[in-house]
Every structure is written in structure tokens, then in C-alpha cells.
């Protein structure tokens, strides 16, 4: 079905919004990856077979940047999703005021 814009403007503006949207998630998805990637893994591995024992500061090390970096990919997680949503819901052309032909 066909949908008639109020005017141009609307549909430049709706052009450029969706524009905007796309390349804003399209940075938040890279960015999840990358912080996914840096983050070091929860399981011990093959460690745990050997029995090694650490003690309380080699296991706490490192503990800040992690935190850190794991707060932060799920704030670019959160953000993704809303973009998406908000994405999904501009999709609709009663949102930017059209009629149907």
C-alpha cells in the first residue's frame, strides 16, 4: 500500500531520521562486539584441572577494568535495543502523519 506524506519535508525528514538511526545502531553494534571481545572469559578452563590456587589479589587484578567494560556493554546493549525499537516504531507512516492512497 502507498502512503501519501503531508508534505516533502516529512518525507525528508523521515528519510534522514531512519538515516540517523541505522548508522547510530550500526556504531552500538560494534561497539558491543569490540567489548565483547576484550572482555576475558568467567571459566577457569584448563586452570581448574591443574589445582592452581590464587591468591585473593591475582584474582581481583584486573577486577575494575572488567567491571568496567562489562557495565559498558550492557549500557551499548540497552541503547541498541531502544534504538531498535524506536526504529521499528518510526516505520509506521501514521507515526509521520500519512494517509493511505
Not at 558491543?32 to 591468591?55: C, K, M
Not at 557495565?71 to 521499528?88: H, N
Amino acid at each position: 500500500m502507498n502512503y501519501i506524506y503531508p508534505s516533502l519535508t516529512v518525507q525528508t525528514v523521515h528519510d534522514v531520521v531512519i538515516i540517523v538511526l541505522v548508522v547510530l545502531m550500526l556504531l552500538c553494534a560494534l561497539a558491543a562486539i569490540i567489548l565483547v571481545l576484550f572482555q576475558p572469559g568467567n571459566s577457569q578452563g584448563i586452570d581448574a584441572l591443574g589445582g592452581s590456587s590464587e591468591t585473593f589479589f591475582g584474582k581481583n587484578k584486573g577486577r575494575s577494568m572488567e567491571s568496567k567494560m562489562k557495565k559498558w556493554t550492557i549500557i551499548v546493549l540497552v541503547i541498541l535495543a531502544v534504538l531498535a525499537l524506536v526504529f521499528f516504531i518510526l516505520q509506521f507512516p501514521q507515526v509521520w502523519g500519512a494517509q493511505p492512497n
